[in-house]
Nanobody, 125 residues
Framework: QVQLVESGGGLVQAGGSLRLSCAAS????????MGWFRQAPGKEREFVAA????????YYTDSVKGRFTISRDNAKNTVYLQMNSLKPEDTAVYLC??????????????????WGQGTQVTVSS
């Protein structure tokens, strides 16, 4: 059974930092692009960041550029999201996702087949 399990969420003050992790099990995603999304209450799910299988390319939504960094450790089958300078508008459930196809390079058009359950991030003002 394939699982993506997020961790690292919590409550932080504005300007603070959090590091999210997404650990995969059941199959390896070392050859797949992976991404982070978020969903705030009453809003649609929003793309946050993505990374190619090798980690050589990354892609971010404009609102997090310069503040968030996506990375991965293929030996651990894990992807990370380092979030700095957090703002109240970053409050949301953060979910990780993975493509099933290998070696995808077009991160802006990635098709995600596997999803985690999410971890809550709350930023207080």
């Amino acid at each position: 059974q394939v699982q993506l399990v997020e961790s690292g969420g919590g409550l932080v003050q504005a300007g603070g930092s959090l590091r999210l992790s997404c650990a995969a099990s059941g199959r390896t995603f070392s050859r797949s692009a992976m991404g982070w999304f978020r969903q705030a209450p009453g809003k649609e799910r929003e793309f946050v960041a993505a990374i190619t299988w090798s980690g050589g390319s990354t892609y971010y939504t404009d609102s997090v550029k310069g503040r968030f960094t996506i990375s991965r450790d293929n030996a651990k089958n894990t992807v990370y999201l380092q979030m700095n300078s957090l703002k109240p508008e970053d409050t949301a459930v953060y979910l990780c996702a993975a493509e099933s196809r290998p070696y995808g390079l077009d991160l802006s058009n990635a098709k995600y087949d596997y999803w985690g359950q999410g971890t809550q991030v709350t930023v207080s003002s």
